[in-house]
């Protein structure tokens, strides 16, 4: 059996009206020396049950979290707990196997699924209008600077090296092909010390940012206001429980990682990428967007709304080129976070807070490790240690601990340590006293 779609008769009709009498000729404008000659260094292939057991072999090599190590690792995953209600209702397969929402007749309920999701995501970050989701968080920050640079006319960005470093490579990736004129704004003690003067199209900014410090979100939209700019914000979801939403400080377009809310840890996907903005920048908003009408019998019905602002219909007038959206992670998101209610958002980011304070407290008393940065924290924190951070990480995993994430030169070589509603006093202590054995 094989997997080619095309049939011989198919094959043998192609290749006569091109007048070739094999597929061997159709290669012969590639040069013999660019051709490989013995075939493939390969070794044989392996029985069913050998490669399973290979696999089997793979697995057992991996250390999972929850399971032999205590979560303490974060830089945009972290180890939340996730209520059974998300996956009894979110995946049920009329949402699992559910797809393109563009016959509202008979998708009205991933519809208002998809509506409801946005609402909440507006609560949140204190905007007018959210899209229906985007693939991750760094994609959302791509669309948002694409979204101010077409709004203000304006080629430079201006963005904080506190914005997580991943979603600054893919911003570079992607300005690569716009022509975006990237420039990093260094942290001082931890937070961003921007310019006073300039002409950007966007100011960037994350907060909490990549190394859990509160930015001062207000000062950064003054700025935006002054020098004629779009702020972008970059935030957290779980610090809506404590914070003040991005919108109400001055953002334009807020843009986060929903993971905290429905989705695991999961080997790094599938995540959720959320994206909100002010009502005056809706015709330039990328993605999915769900609004609700009525029906011809006048009860209330759900589509998918300005369509033509998309580029699968605008084409070179589109400020995205993205029409489509996570639906299962956005209704895993939306579940989760129903749940909680507000109530329990705010016992949650409160239950990280206080860990976070207890922690950080617990490691800068062992003797050599120091703060990286002064600034506020919430539920994640850099420290310096007498020992480098990778091999703390790796000594620490010897003693059952995922210690956190090592950071690179650019932010000194620190530890970056997240603490989650589910680590316990007892954890924190034990993680504690295996660092402080770890660094001596």
Known sequence: MHFVPHTDAEIADMLASMGLSSLDELFDAVPAALRLAGGLDLEPGLAEADVAGRFDDYAAANRPVGRSLVCFAGAGAYDHDIPSVVGRLAYRSEFVTAYTPYQPEVAQGVLQALFEYQTLVCRLFGTDVANASLYDGASATVEAVNLAVAATGRQEVWVSRGLHPHWRQVLATMAVGTGHQLVDVALDDGLTNWPVDGAPGAIVVQSPNHLGCLEDVGAAGELARRLGALLVVATDPVSAGLL??????????????GQPFGASLSLGGPYLGLFACRREHVRRLPGRLVGETV????????????RTREQDIRREKASSNVCTNQTLMAVAFLVHL???????LRELALRCARGTRYCREALLAIDGVEPLAGAPVLREFAVRTPVPADVVVARMAEEGFLAGVALGEEYDAGLLVAVTEKRTKAEIDAFAGALEKVVR
């Open 244 to 257: 003040k939403s991005p919108g109400s400080l001055g953002a334009d377009v807020v843009v986060g990682e």
């Open 295 to 306: 029906d011809t019998e006048g009860r209330r019905a759900y589509v998918t709304t300005l």
């Open 338 to 344: 129903s749940w909680l209610g507000t109530s329990g």
